[in-house]
């Protein structure tokens, strides 16, 4: 489902962008790959923090993912290969498990610390998290940890490493295996399984690889 929040993309400002960014919302509305209109950084560094090493200037991923948690995505025109073209415009989304909401459509200025842009895009990301707040009341952004990743998928990772210590010894005793198929009796059992710890999507579990049944220990967006 794709859906706007009015305190950073009202009715006008979408009528006014909308033969232009209508491509991206059709993708997510019907759930393809978004991936094309990502910036390659996501496959690269986290937040990368002051006192670096120079060499790695630039190569972090935006400070409004790690920090604010929503992603931003080029609506530039696709090209050979699906690759979408990098224009300036830009669709700020904040995406969930089943809906991908639009919180602002800006420019590249919005990274720049300074411009009057990028002013009005702190804004709304800031009034944006303190939405649900009583008026007052504090709250703070996602913190960073030392790696330059955002708390909340660094905990989640270690949770990840501390099933796969616990239950990765007992995956060579069959009656593991039983009980792991027990738990979905509508997929029946291989005689010999190949399973593989692997994440889909943003669920984490284990995989049987020749016959691709997921079983699903760590759905991030239900913990």
């Not at 706007?4 to 009715?11: I, K, Y």
């Not at 904040?94 to 919180?103: A, G, S, T, Y």
């Not at 291989?190 to 995989?207: I, N, R």
Request: hydrophobic content about 40%; some cysteine.
């Amino acid at each position: 489902m794709v859906s706007f929040w009015s305190g950073g993309a009202p009715q006008q400002s979408l009528e006014v962008e909308h033969a232009e960014i209508l491509p991206l919302l059709r993708k997510a509305a019907s759930g393809e790959d978004l991936t094309p209109h990502l910036s390659t950084l996501v496959n690269t560094r986290g937040l990368v923090l002051p006192g670096a090493n120079p060499t790695e200037k630039g190569k972090g991923l935006d400070g409004v993912l790690i920090r604010n948690g929503l992603h931003h995505f080029h609506v530039g025109a696709e090209g050979p290969g699906g690759a979408v073209g990098r224009t300036d415009k830009l669709v700020f989304a904040h995406v969930l498990k089943d809906e991908f909401r639009v919180i602002a459509i800006s420019d590249h200025t919005a990274f720049a610390f300074g411009t009057a842009e990028h002013e009005r895009f702190f804004a709304i990301c800031q009034t944006y998290i303190s939405k649900d707040l009583q008026s007052g009341q504090g709250f703070m952004m996602n913190p960073v940890m030392s790696s330059g990743h955002d708390m909340y998928f660094t905990l989640f990772g270690r949770q990840c490493e501390e099933l796969i210590a616990s239950i990765d010894p007992m995956l060579d005793d069959p009656a593991t295996i039983d009980r792991l198929y027990a738990a979905v009796p509508s997929v029946p059992r291989p005689k010999k399984t190949s399973l593989a710890w692997y994440f889909e999507d943003l669920k984490f579990g284990l995989l049987e690889k020749k016959t691709r049944v997921f079983f699903c220990f760590y759905p991030l967006f239900d913990r």
